[in-house]
């Protein structure tokens, strides 16, 4: 018996031994930014990448836990649009900017998927502040 203890403190000693812990300023700032990102999702004239970030979103507003995502559109002239949704629990804040420059801001109470024949649709609905009502947000085709 008293072999196995002795057996399990040194396991123990060396399980806490290999734990890797940053250990610079450079890796904590790393670490920092991982938790500060705000994922992304793009849509290039309906080349969609990350398109799973913005289903993930909604999946998080249905299980009413927080969220922060950026929906970048871009225009017919290359201007970059940039929709920062972020849920608090209760509602979805949406804020507006092409180029940086602020457009305006509102609330919506939901944010649905709509799946028809042929597309699929990311709805903000309810929304009050500077748009009010509903918003599609995307369409894309759907197979």
């Known amino acids: 018996m008293k072999r196995v203890f002795v057996l ?3 396991l123990s ?3 806490l031994g290999c734990t890797q812990e ?3 300023e450079t890796e904590l700032d ?4 991982k938790l500060n990102e705000i994922e992304e999702v ?3 004239h309906n080349d969609i990448k990350n398109l799973e970030g913005l289903d993930r979103f909604v999946k998080n507003v249905e299980n009413q836990n927080e969220a922060k995502i950026n929906y970048i559109q871009y225009g017919t002239e290359g201007q970059r649009g940039v929709r920062t949704l972020s849920f608090d629990g209760e509602r979805i804040n949406v804020s507006h900017s092409v180029d940086g420059d ?3 801001e ?3 109470q939901r944010l649905t998927i709509e799946t028809e024949k042929d ?21 894309i085709p759907y197979n």
């Open 22 to 24: 940053p250990t610079t």
């Open 102 to 104: 602020f457009i305006e």
């Open 8 to 10: 399990f403190i040194i």
């Open 13 to 15: 000693f060396a399980l």
């Open 30 to 33: 790393l670490n920092e930014n």
């Open 106 to 108: 509102y609330n919506c």
């Open 119 to 139: 597309k699929k649709q990311y709805i903000l609905s309810e929304c009050r502040g500077s748009f009010n009502g509903d918003f599609e947000l995307l369409s």
């Open 42 to 44: 793009e849509n290039d």
